[in-house]
């Protein structure tokens, strides 16, 4: 939405950083990309409902040019709002419309997103994304997995799993793992489990996460990143 304002080399800093190159592609079918991802992912149809969009708040004297208002909501679907950043007590109005407009739009789980405006401000431009209360699982058949790390010899006759019983030879025929991740009004519940068959002639495949890692929600029909977040281990500081 910025790159609509942008000109020369400020514009095409914002169009590199996001890697868009124009000798390969105009900016309208950029704008257009994006207007056509908002009103996917709006969709009411889809499985997985959420709510995106952007919105720009502007000082009540700033005029702006007439084409970027039109701009804005052809391919962003937003509304132009006005505010007033000029004195300390038009400030804090103008955080509570910005901040009342953004908890609205994300039923109350974005709260106080702007703070200690500056009185030079006269553009504000928001953008939220609010995915309603949903649930993903997944069943996994691990075998292949193991054999292309090397893990073979567990599923074959040459099985060693005598620690278990002296009654029988055994080996690992199967195994699955099953993960469910519901995220609700409340908050967030994950559960997993494996399941490991075991037949005569498999022990408990341990996995231990010793680092961070990077958690994606991503939206297959667009190939977009709707979510990315790096997971820590809560225990450190």
């Given at each position: 939405m910025l790159v609509l304002g942008a000109k020369s080399a400020t514009r095409n800093q914002i169009l590199e950083a996001l890697t868009f190159n124009l000798t390969e592609i105009e900016e309208k079918e950029i704008h257009d990309g994006f207007h056509h991802l908002i009103q996917l992912l709006n969709?009411?149809?889809?499985?997985?409902?959420?709510?995106?969009?952007?919105?720009?708040?502007?000082?009540?004297?700033?005029?702006?040019?007439?084409k970027f208002v039109d701009d804005?909501?052809?391919?962003?679907?937003?509304?132009?709002?006005?505010?007033?950043?000029?004195?300390?007590?038009?400030?804090?109005?103008?955080?509570?419309?910005i901040n009342d407009y953004i908890?609205?739009?994300?039923?109350?789980?974005?709260?106080?997103?702007?703070?200690?405006?500056?009185?030079?401000?006269?553009?504000?431009?928001?953008?939220?994304?609010?995915?309603?209360?949903?649930?993903?699982?997944?069943?996994?058949?691990?075998?292949?997995?193991?054999?292309?790390?090397?893990?073979?010899?567990?599923?074959?006759?040459?099985?060693?799993?005598?620690?278990?019983?002296?009654?029988?030879?055994?080996?690992?025929?199967?195994?699955?793992?099953?993960?469910?991740?519901?995220v609700y009004e409340n908050g967030t519940e994950a559960a997993a489990a494996t399941f490991l068959e075991i037949v005569a002639d498999s022990l408990s495949p341990t996995i231990e996460f010793n680092r961070p890692f990077l958690m994606m929600i991503v939206d297959q029909a667009?190939?977009?990143i709707l979510f990315m977040g790096k997971i820590m281990n809560p225990t450190e500081k």
């Open positions: 969709s009411p149809d889809r499985e997985i409902q959420l709510s995106m969009g952007n919105a720009p708040f502007v000082d009540v004297h700033l005029n702006l040019l007439q804005v909501k052809k391919f962003y679907d937003s509304k132009v709002f006005t505010s007033n950043f000029e004195d300390p007590e038009h400030l804090a109005k103008a955080e509570k419309q908890k609205n739009k994300t039923q109350g789980k974005i709260t106080n997103l702007v703070k200690d405006l500056n009185q030079d401000t006269l553009l504000v431009l928001v953008n939220y994304i609010f995915f309603k209360v949903f649930s993903v699982s997944g069943t996994y058949e691990l075998k292949d997995f193991f054999m292309k790390l090397g893990v073979a010899k567990v599923f074959s006759n040459q099985a060693d799993l005598s620690g278990i019983t002296q009654d029988a030879n055994l080996k690992m025929s199967r195994a699955v793992h099953k993960a469910m991740l519901n667009t190939n977009s």
